[in-house]
């Protein structure tokens, strides 16, 4: 009967010191960083299920709510590009055999080398002729804007060790 | 190893740049040799049907003025047909450069014809048109101004790289 009574008045106080409390004053209180310093998180994570946790985790559901296009928009391709090692590439991988075995002959190794030696007197002629007009190459436009409009310059690839 | 394609200078990445005087001239001159090498292949068809035809021969050599008009009929549909269609003709596709609109964009029936009537206005004064190519800012000679048009490298030369570093693979199979 006392148990009871004891009991009784137990809760009714815990009641009266819980509506009494300023739960916000008290969390303000609460040194958050020094609780959270105090927890061994490797220690949690060893208890955690992890396979019964992506068991639970609808991956389908997950993908649908993914917008792939503003992911592709973010990402930097011709940053990605300019950084892969073609060269190393090409030693690893069959890549090189099957590149050779598809696009190299004689007639395209030619229009290359015509091409190149092109490329290489029309910035002969106009590095003398920017020379003689005494105008920096810099200020000169590269090309129309719609094709050379790029957010910076990507640094060209040099080729050949000589 | 000296890369024979680029010769070690840092061509790559030269897509939409303005095409110098050199590859625009070696252009015109295949141009020229290819045109002038389809015309005569043409007119030697004609001559070989009319013969078929009716046993008779038929030479331009023999009409000037016709032969004069067929040329002037035939350069107009070379150079138009193909700067409208892909904006490049025979010798611009093998150096690799292209016609387009000042901003870029690729260029339009009206562009073509415009670039092709005043093309020959750029010869005049002893070519004096096409200095423009190499001393104005963004290389344009006489009819490039007057046809609101630009000559770009639309040669890819970061395959021909690709290709070049594929031939050094000595597990490649010789084709």
Same mark, same amino acid.
């Given at each position: 009967?006392?148990?009871?009574?004891?009991?009784?008045?137990?809760?009714?106080?815990?009641?009266?010191?819980?509506?009494? *409390?300023?739960?916000?004053?008290?969390?303000?209180? *609460?040194d958050v960083d020094g609780?959270?310093?105090?927890?061994?998180?490797?220690?949690? *994570?060893?208890?955690?299920?992890?396979?019964?946790?992506?068991?639970?985790?609808?991956?389908?559901?997950?993908?649908?709510?993914?917008?792939?296009?503003? *992911?592709?928009?973010?990402?930097d391709v011709k940053d990605?590009? +300019?950084?892969?090692?073609?060269?190393?590439?090409?030693?690893?991988?069959?890549?090189?055999?099957?590149?050779?075995?598809?696009?190299?002959?004689?007639?395209?190794?030619?229009?290359?080398?015509?091409?190149?030696?092109?490329?290489?007197? +029309?910035?002969?002629?106009?590095?003398?002729?920017?020379?003689?007009?005494?105008?920096?190459?810099?200020?000169?436009?590269?090309?129309?804007?719609?094709?050379?409009?790029?957010?910076?310059?990507?640094?060209?690839?040099?080729?050949?060790?000589? | 190893?000296?890369?024979?394609?680029?010769?070690?200078?840092?061509?790559?990445?030269?897509?939409?740049?303005?095409?110098?005087?050199?590859?625009?001239?070696?252009?015109? #001159?295949?141009?020229?040799?290819?045109?002038?090498?389809?015309?005569?292949?043409?007119?030697?068809?004609?001559?070989?049907?009319?013969?078929? #035809?009716?046993?008779?021969?038929?030479?331009?050599?023999?009409?000037?003025?016709?032969?004069?008009?067929?040329?002037?009929?035939?350069?107009?549909?070379?150079?138009?047909?193909?700067?409208?269609?892909?904006? @490049?003709?025979?010798?611009?596709?093998?150096?690799?450069?292209?016609?387009?609109?000042?901003?870029?964009?690729?260029?339009?029936?009206?562009?073509?014809?415009?670039?092709?009537?005043?093309?020959?206005?750029?010869?005049?004064?002893?070519?004096?048109?096409?200095?423009?190519?190499?001393?104005?800012?963004?290389?344009?000679?006489?009819?490039?101004?007057?046809?609101?048009?630009?000559?770009?490298?639309?040669?890819?030369?970061?395959?021909?790289?690709?290709?070049?570093?594929? @031939?050094?693979?000595?597990?490649?199979?010789?084709?």
């Amino acid at each position: 009967m006392a148990e009871q009574l004891a009991q009784a008045v137990a809760e009714r106080v815990v009641a009266i010191v819980m509506d009494a *409390i300023d739960m916000d004053a008290l969390i303000q209180r *609460i040194d958050v960083d020094g609780v959270v310093n105090r927890v061994d998180v490797d220690k949690l *994570i060893e208890r955690v299920d992890v396979d019964k946790l992506v068991d639970r985790v609808d991956v389908e559901k997950l993908i649908e709510r993914v917008d792939v296009q503003r *992911i592709v928009e973010r990402v930097d391709v011709k940053d990605v590009v +300019d950084r892969i090692d073609i060269d190393a590439l090409l030693e690893q991988t069959e890549l090189g055999s099957i590149i050779a075995r598809s696009t190299t002959g004689v007639a395209s190794e030619v229009l290359d080398v015509i091409r190149a030696q092109g490329v290489g007197l +029309d910035d002969f002629f106009a590095r003398w002729v920017n020379r003689i007009l005494r105008r920096p190459p810099e200020s000169l436009p590269e090309g129309p804007p719609a094709l050379v409009m790029t957010p910076a310059r990507v640094p060209e690839l040099t080729t050949g060790s000589g | 190893m000296t890369d024979p394609v680029t010769q070690g200078k840092p061509i790559e990445g030269r897509q939409g740049h303005y095409a110098g005087a050199v590859s625009r001239l070696v252009a015109f #001159a295949a141009d020229v040799g290819a045109s002038w090498g389809l015309f005569t292949l043409g007119a030697a068809a004609l001559d070989f049907s009319v013969q078929l #035809a009716s046993g008779g021969s038929f030479s331009l050599t023999g009409h000037p003025l016709a032969s004069l008009l067929a040329v002037i009929v035939w350069e107009f549909f070379y150079f138009s047909y193909q700067w409208a269609l892909s904006g @490049k003709t025979i010798g611009m596709a093998v150096l690799g450069i292209r016609v387009v609109k000042t901003d870029g964009a690729p260029i339009g029936w009206s562009q073509a014809v415009a670039r092709t009537i005043t093309l020959p206005l750029s010869f005049l004064f002893l070519g004096l048109g096409f200095l423009g190519i190499l001393v104005s800012r963004d290389r344009h000679a006489l009819h490039d101004r007057l046809a609101g048009t630009a000559v770009v490298y639309s040669w890819d030369a970061r395959a021909a790289r690709l290709r070049w570093l594929a @031939k050094q693979d000595p597990t490649a199979p010789s084709i």
